[in-house]
């Protein structure tokens, strides 16, 4: 079992950052491809970055392509998520995810990911 814990999130304006990290117990997170998601009020979860377990290949959703940034630090068993620029439409609970993996795969659906965290919330003031 792999367990994970989001943090990191707060409320911010438009225009700043924010760096959510995903600290896991349990397993060590090193062969595991993992995930943001995020969901917003009333809205359905959605994909917002992705990264193979090397790290080598990662994939964003578009609104946030150049703007936010996917990490891990295996000797930290942790994944971040920088988010720079914010703005109003990225207020939501984020969500990291993990997927044993060592093909190198990416993936950007919900339903591939076996393990979730809590969620963090960020809120962006305008």
């Known amino acids: 079992q792999v367990q994970l814990v989001e943090s990191g999130g707060g409320l911010v304006q438009a225009g700043g950052s924010l760096r959510l990290s995903c600290a896991a117990s349990?397993?060590?997170?090193?062969?595991?491809?993992m995930g943001w998601f995020r969901q917003a009020p009333a809205k359905e979860r959605e994909f917002v970055a992705a990264m193979s377990w090397t790290g080598a290949n990662t994939y964003y959703r578009d609104s946030v392509k150049g703007r936010f940034t996917i990490s891990r630090d295996n000797a930290k068993n942790t994944v971040y998520l920088q988010m720079n620029t914010l703005k109003p439409e990225d207020t939501a609970v984020y969500y990291c995810?993990?997927?044993?993996?060592?093909?190198?795969?990416?993936?950007?659906?919900?339903?591939?990911?076996?393990?979730w965290g809590q969620g963090t919330q960020v809120t962006v003031s305008s």
């Open positions: 995810a993990a997927r044993y993996s060592r093909d190198g795969g990416i993936y950007p659906i919900s339903g591939s990911f076996d393990y």
């Open positions: 349990g397993r060590i997170i090193s062969s595991y491809a």
